[in-house]
């Protein structure tokens, strides 16, 4: 019983600690669009704000890979959360926009670290069979910090000022690195045998890397698909305002409403799952979860009003947290540990790419054709997509893949 509840204490830390970090991001994300807009009046330059994170991805993705590989993966979201703090705290102190994306640069390399290294630590700490219950119950928390991560923004922002509520939010990332402090160390090689970071070194981890794609392509196309829709949505996210208000002709309340509505649709769709998780199967929940999300999207792309648009945005909201607890799952499943690092850092870095490509390609698109056309197309695609990995989720000859325990 003693050692059952040991057991149950980690995760319930680490959940805490992402839920705290989570609930900073969307806080942070409040603020530096204020803080942006406030010193530039420009919308372009807070539109630039999508731009940083997959560019940085870019630049770095190439070797944080090998980096996190060889070193302890708990270390690098300690650092990865205090150096966030760090760089947070010092944006009011800012004494103009160049500085500020400055900071907001290293703030995506230390996001660009934090992200294979946690996927991989995730991995390590939970078992094979409480890894579909964990994410369901993460996603559960992540939802909810999208819904009360505006909302204690804006209330902080109200009450003090942006520059407090950054100070405020750089704590929040200070309480995540302590909660991973008491979390056990997984990683036992010895640190002085770790490669030096080198261009050979990481042409090496590179041909692993495509070594492990070509010999898992059934893993490889799962994943590779689901970024593929990611990039899509991405893509159509980055028009959402332009969409509502000019478009379908919403009003600021309007469209700050449905943004609330989707974030209540994800925290339902996650308390569902978290509940329920144990009654769905993870192809059940990939496959449901890509065909309903992309559903919810073409309900947008042909929207005409408030309540139609609320309504795809509903199912998109509910469905995603089946579609990312799963795929989360099953990658974890299915990738080596010991790789995982430089794995994810591959695949992100093409996800970057693409998704600057296509941000680009749609902004330019939309001003030759009608935007709902671009819309409506991009949903589409992204169905065509949908429907070929629901297909070879079910693949006969491919369940071994999608064992749970």
């Not at 669009?33 to 330059?45: E, H």
């Not at 509520?165 to 990332?173: G, L, M, P, R």
């Not at 999300?293 to 929207?303: E, K, L, P």
Request: aromatic content about 14%; charged content about 10%.
């Amino acid at each position: 019983m003693k050692q059952q509840l040991h057991n149950w204490k980690q995760p319930i830390i680490l959940l805490t600690s992402v839920g705290i970090a989570s609930l900073g991001d969307f806080i942070y994300l409040v603020a530096i669009n204020i803080l942006v807009f406030q010193m530039t009046g420009s919308a372009a330059a807070v539109a630039a704000l999508w731009i940083i994170g997959p560019l940085v991805n870019i630049l770095t993705k190439f070797w944080t890979g090998s980096f996190i590989d060889y070193r302890s993966k708990r270390k690098i979201m300690i650092v990865t959360y205090l150096a966030r703090a760090f760089f947070i705290f010092c944006l009011p102190f800012a004494p103009n926009i160049a500085f500020v994306y400055i900071l907001l640069i290293f703030l995506s390399i230390a996001k660009s670290f934090f992200s294979p290294s946690s996927m991989t630590y995730i991995t390590q700490l939970i078992p094979k069979n409480k890894r579909k219950r964990y994410n369901s119950i993460q996603s559960f928390t992540t939802s909810g910090a999208f819904i009360l991560g505006p909302a204690v923004g804006g209330f902080l922002i109200l009450i003090s000022s942006v520059n407090m509520t950054f100070v405020i939010n750089a704590v929040f990332f200070i309480l995540a690195a302590i909660l991973l402090s008491f979390l056990p160390e997984k990683d036992t090689f010895d640190k002085n045998a770790a490669p030096k970071l080198s261009i050979s070194q990481i042409k090496k981890d590179w041909d692993v890397v495509m070594v492990f794609v070509q010999d898992k392509k059934y893993v490889a196309f799962i994943y590779l698909s689901f970024l593929a829709t990611t990039i899509f949505s991405f893509a159509m996210d980055a028009q959402e305002v332009v969409f509502a208000q000019q478009v379908v002709g919403l009003s600021e309340v309007d469209y700050t409403l449905l943004i609330s509505i989707t974030g209540v649709g994800s925290i339902a769709g996650a308390l569902t799952l978290s509940v329920f998780s144990h009654k769905f199967s993870l192809r059940y929940m990939v496959a449901i979860g890509i065909i309903m999300q992309t559903v919810g999207y073409i309900v947008y792309a042909f929207s005409w009003s408030f309540a139609s648009i609320a309504f795809g945005f509903t199912i998109l909201g509910f469905f995603l947290t089946f579609l990312n607890a799963g795929i989360l799952t099953f990658y974890q499943n299915n990738v080596p540990s010991a790789l995982m690092g430089r794995v994810t850092s591959v695949f992100q870095l093409l996800q970057s790419a693409m998704q600057i490509i296509f941000v680009l390609a749609v902004g330019v698109t939309a001003d030759i054709i009608p935007l709902r056309t671009t819309i409506v197309t991009l949903a589409f695609a992204m169905l065509a997509i949908a429907v070929c990995m629901a297909v070879g989720v079910f693949l006969s000859n491919r369940k071994n893949y999608w064992q749970e325990g």
